[in-house]
């Protein structure tokens, strides 16, 4: 199944680089550019892509802003936004995952990593790129925000206390095989519990799985190291 992918960038060049990178690929197509954040709300509309390469900082309507009216479209729940920054430590990119974006790259990664990153989020998985530390999601995403206030502890209420034991492992940056490990179960398990916690706590996909956490207080902030 072809992946179909929209850019949203205000560089003429690069969207053209992207796009050539993107169209070599036989499981993937580019099928809109975007020069600003208005502009790819209305393509995501009306292109209903798998995956959108958005940067953050573009004329007019920014790329947090566009991440913020995308997800929050019902009808464009399906679509995953992957956030391409030079500034991959600025709260920016924290903002952009509590409005729904799937994770994040620099724009300095190389070709191999860029496509299996949109491959990553097409299949529903977060995506944090190997620079994030562990202090941009807890100094952000466990902070309160004006617009977004924290997640309530009780919607954890929902889940099994194997879906919690899960969740939190996947918040601590545990892939399912490790999860799996650690818990002496199968991926396939492990996949599930993710997907079924998804569904219950309306959570977009795995990195929203991983605001959910620290905001609820299911995961709280350790020192680095």
Not at 170 to 187: C, K, M, Q, T, Y
């Amino acid at each position: 199944m072809t992946i179909r992918v929209l850019l949203a960038d205000d560089q003429t060049l690069l969207r053209a680089t992207f796009r050539i990178l993107i169209d070599s690929d036989p499981d993937m197509e580019v099928v809109a550019e975007a020069a600003d954040g208005q502009e790819a709300i209305a393509l995501a509309s009306e292109h209903r892509p798998d995956v959108i390469l958005m940067d953050i900082r573009m004329p007019g309507t920014d790329g947090l802003a566009a991440t913020a009216g995308i997800c929050a479209r019902p009808e464009l729940s399906d679509v995953r936004v992957l956030i391409l920054t030079t500034f991959e430590n600025d709260e920016n990119v924290a903002k952009a995952l509590r409005s729904g974006a799937s994770g994040f790259l620099g724009k300095d990664v190389g070709p191999d990593v860029l496509l299996a990153g949109i491959r990553t989020v097409a299949a529903g998985d977060a995506l944090l790129s190997p620079s994030a530390t562990r202090a941009l999601i807890t100094r952000f995403l466990a902070t309160p925000d004006d617009d977004r206030p924290l997640t309530r502890p009780e919607r954890l209420a929902l889940l099994t206390d194997r879906e919690r034991e899960v969740m939190a492992l996947a918040a601590l940056g545990r892939s399912n095989h490790e999860i799996a490990d650690h818990l002496v179960v199968s991926p396939l398990t492990v996949r599930s519990h993710i997907s079924r916690s998804m569904t219950k706590l309306g959570a977009r996909d795995r990195a929203q799985l991983v605001v959910i956490a620290y905001q609820s207080g299911l995961v709280r902030a350790q020192p680095d190291g």
